[in-house]
Nanobody, 115 residues
Framework: QVQLVESGGGLVQAGGSLRLSCGAS????????MGWYCQAPGKQREAVAAITRAGTTNYADSVRGRFTISRDNAKNTVYLQMNSLKPEDTAVYYCRAVGARLDSWGQGTQVTVSA
């Protein structure tokens, strides 16, 4: 019912910045929260940042102070501003939308941070 498309990934040097975008379509009103997850090779997918319908944000300790999640409701888009990137941030980043009877994932976008 909700389709998500991520963009904005790429290759960046350590210390650089990227902004990921997640565009949502479909039953937007059913979304209660959205988040960003990362999955590095051989690792479990883990939460990076989330934002609720009320606007409350939550961050993984590893990214707090460096990453910022935000949204533009008019564009049905959630962003992840990633600053001071580290090689450890290298992963595929996925967008997720959750709500009552809803759990949708995007296809992912690759972020590679070189040393």
């Amino acid at each position: 019912q909700v389709q998500l498309v991520e963009s904005g990934g790429g290759l960046v040097q350590a210390g650089g910045s990227l902004r990921l975008s997640c565009g949502a379509s479909g039953s937007i009103s059913s979304i209660n929260a959205m988040g960003w997850y990362c999955q590095a090779p051989g690792k479990q997918r883990e939460a990076v940042a989330a934002i609720t319908r009320a606007g409350t944000t939550n961050y993984a300790d590893s990214v707090r102070g460096r990453f910022t999640i935000s949204r533009d409701n008019a564009k049905n888009t959630v962003y992840l501003q990633m600053n001071s990137l580290k090689p450890e941030d290298t992963a595929v980043y996925y967008c997720r939308a959750v709500g009552a009877r809803l759990d949708s994932w995007g296809q992912g976008t690759q972020v590679t941070v070189s040393a």
